[in-house]
Every structure is written in structure tokens, then in C-alpha cells.
């Protein structure tokens, strides 16, 4: 099974508290099993969010605009103001962030500017869902329009589903020594992105990494998770390793290796903590020919990629992805994007940071 195909295709769009993301759980499961692991699911209740696409008027013309993941709701006019920026993530400058104000000033809704790709994508506020205000997100090049003062329209639409499931999947591939490596990827998808790159790459990367260190004697236990719910601030995630600090299991986790978005993109990324893994997985990719073939970029494992839980609990973990890339969580994040060159090398990155770590975990 190509897991790309199967969920940026078959499946499609697949955000968090939604069917597709239900049937995506499956067609994870279904693939382990076929590398005759005995995938089991880890549930957890969730308060669920369905986003309609904002409706965004800017001196009486229609702006796109992208959702964010989870907002509360607003349908009204006010006037724009800048409250702020932020250092883009990506290309250098700032990203500034406004406030629609009401005639008194009071604060009705937030236009932040889209981190990442050329358009006006869904994202999420840097707010935690339960109090994250009315926002949309406007591009890059909108956002350099916007002045104080212009009349805006905007309806935010979006309702809180309680009562909604999530899954993360689990598979085990045993080993003789105590203790696992993680190997991870998240499967859910934006709103209204197939979410090809990002990220069923990354979960036919895991798919691959299994298949390729279930033929070899393993030193400690491979755990492959397939997170759930990564773009609502990555809550699979932060579920498993909250779940396994609560039943004192966490110190089982000897390091994690996180695949996010590995099919295309400008540069490999590398972000690891601490700095001894990260040292470790540059090495690994240097002896691979990678640092000729790409350029590279290094960071902390922590950040908007699911190692950030493990990292933030002195668990040695690190995110491979390529990036950035223009369609990222567009409608156009499709299949046909796929170079699949970076899959391999992205693959073969992670084979050998996992090996090394089973080997020889990092010390915390
Ligand atoms: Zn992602």
C-alpha cells in the first residue's frame, strides 16, 4: 500500500473530529498490518471543530482568506488596526498581525498573516483553542495592503463539536534491549487539503522505515505512532506524551524520530534536540551525501512539529521535513507534488537515526 496515495486520494481531506479522519486511522492500521504488525489504537476524547470559509471584505472587496483550526465565531464590520508582528518563520521580514476594532476600539476579531506558502492559508492562532478569538488568515502580499483604519467585513464561521473521538495509531516492532525509539508522522490534514506532502509523506515514510527494520535484529523495540490531530496544535501528540508522563512510561521512549513533510520542499530540515542528537543526525546526514545534495537548516526539535512534546521533556527527539513549499496547506497539496528522491533520502535519514539510537540512546 502507498499510503500517499491512499490518504492525499482515497481519503482526502482529513481534519481532526471528522470521518476521513476516522477512515484515515483505518487505512493506517490496515498498512501496518500489512507488515504483519498488530497495530492497536490509542483514543481520546475530543472537542471537535468544523470551520466554514471565512468571508473577508476589505473596503468593499472580497479578500480570500483562510480558517483558522479553530476559532470562535464572528459576523460583523469593524475597522482594521495593527497590533503587532511577528519574525516570518520563512524568507525573512516580519509577519504583521491585525486586530477589527469596533468604533469604540474594542477588539471584535484578528487577520493574521499566513506563516507559510503563497496563499491565504488555514493555520492556527498562536492562542490554545479554547480561547483563540474570531481569526482568519489573509496571504502575505494582502497583508502588506492592509492599513489602519480600512473598513472590513468579516464572517468567521465555525462550530465546537463535543463528543468527537481522535485515534493515534500505534504499531511495535519488538527488539532484544529495554526500551523503544518512536518513529512518528502525523495523518490528519487542514481544512479542505488533501494533504499530500503534508503530511501522508510523512506516514508512508514510517510505513517504509518499518518495513525496512522489520527484516534486521533490533537492538531495543521500534514504536511507529501515526499521530492524530497535528494541525489543531499538535493535541495527538501532546495526548501521548502527556498519557505516558501520567502512567510513568515516558522513560521508555529512548528517542523519537518525527517524518513531516518529506516529498518537497527547498531545504532539509533537521530539527533535534538535544544537541548531541542533533550533532548525531547531521553527522548521519553528511555520510548519506545529503549535505550535497541539499541545503540545510538545524534547529530544536520544539516548534510546531510533534517531537515538541518529547523535547520539551528532555526525550531526545528529532522532526526530518523538507521545507518550505508553495502549495503547503492549499487545496493543491496534492500527489502529483511528489519528488520522490526526498522521500528516499528522508527514509534513509531516518533509518539511520533510528539504528544509531537503538544502538546508543542519547543521554537525557
Ligand atoms: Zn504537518
Known amino acids: 500500500m502507498n499510503l500517499v496515495e491512499a490518504l492525499a486520494v482515497d481519503v482526502g481531506p482529513r481534519p481532526a473530529g471528522t470521518g476521513a479522519a476516522e ?12 507488515l ?49 508582528s511577528s519574525a516570518a518563520p520563512v524568507g ?10 469596533d468604533d469604540g476600539g474594542r477588539e471584535l476579531a484578528r487577520l493574521l498573516t499566513s506563516p507559510f506558502s503563497t496563499g491565504a492559508i488555514p493555520f492556527m492562532s498562536t492562542h490554545v483553542h479554547v480561547t483563540t478569538p474570531p481569526t482568519a488568515f489573509v496571504s502575505r502580499a494582502d497583508a502588506e495592503r492592509l492599513q489602519d483604519g480600512m473598513r472590513v ?16 495509531v500505534i504499531a511495535d516492532l519488538p527488539g532484544a534491549g529495554d526500551g523503544h525509539v518512536v518513529v512518528s ?7 479542505c487539503g488533501p494533504g499530500a506532502i503534508d503530511n501522508a509523506t510523512g506516514v508512508e515514510g514510517i510505513r517504509r522505515v518499518a518495513e525496512k527494520l522489520s527484516k534486521r535484529e533490533l537492538a531495543r523495540g ?19 506524551v502527556d498519557e505516558a508522563t501520567l502512567r510513568e512510561q515516558l522513560g521508555d ?32 546526514a553528511r555520510q548519506l551525501g545529503l549535505l550535497d545534495r541539499y541545503e540545510l537548516e538545524t534547529g530544536p526539535a520544539t516548534g510546531g512539529v510533534d517531537s515538541h512534546w518529547f523535547a520539551e521533556r528532555n526525550v531526545p527527539a528529532a522532526t526530518i521535513l523538507f521545507f518550505p513549499y508553495d502549495e503547503y496547506h492549499l487545496p493543491a497539496d496534492s500527489p502529483k507534488l511528489v519528488d520522490p528522491k526526498l522521500m528516499d533520502d528522508a527514509v534513509a ?16
Request: overall charge negative.
Open 222 to 240: 521500534v514504536r511507529l505512532v501515526a499521530f492524530a490531530a497535528e494541525e489543531i496544535k499538535l493535541t495527538g501528540s501532546r495526548y501521548y
Open 153 to 168: 467585513r468579516l464572517r468567521v464561521g465555525g462550530r465546537f463539536l463535543p463528543g468527537r473521538r481522535e485515534r493515534n
Open 92 to 101: 525573512g521580514g516580519r509577519l504583521p498581525s491585525f486586530a477589527v476594532v
Open 253 to 284: 521512549v529512548k528517542g523519537v524520530v518525527n517524518l513531516d513533510c518529506i516529498g518537497r520542499g527547498d531545504k532539509l530540515n533537521v530539527l533535534a534536540s538535544p544537541a548531541a542528537l542533533l550533532g548525531r543526525a547531521v553527522e548521519a
Open 36 to 84: 504483519g504488525l498488530e497495530p492497536h489504537f490509542q483514543e481520546f476524547d475530543l472537542l471537535g471543530y468544523e470551520a466554514d470559509e471565512p468571508e473577508l471584505e476589505v473596503e468593499g472587496e472580497r479578500w480570500p482568506a483562510g480558517p483558522c483550526m479553530y476559532a470562535h465565531p464572528f459576523d460583523g464590520s469593524g475597522a482594521v488596526r495593527r497590533i503587532g
Open 185 to 191: 508522522a502525523h495523518y490528519d490534514s487542514v481544512w
Open 23 to 34: 477512515r484515515a486511522a483505518d487505512v493506517v492500521a490496515e498498512a501496518f498490518r500489512e
Open 349 to 364: 535519514l531516518a533509518v539511520a537515526l533510528v539504528e544509531s539510537q537503538l544502538v546508543q540512546p542519547i543521554a537525557r
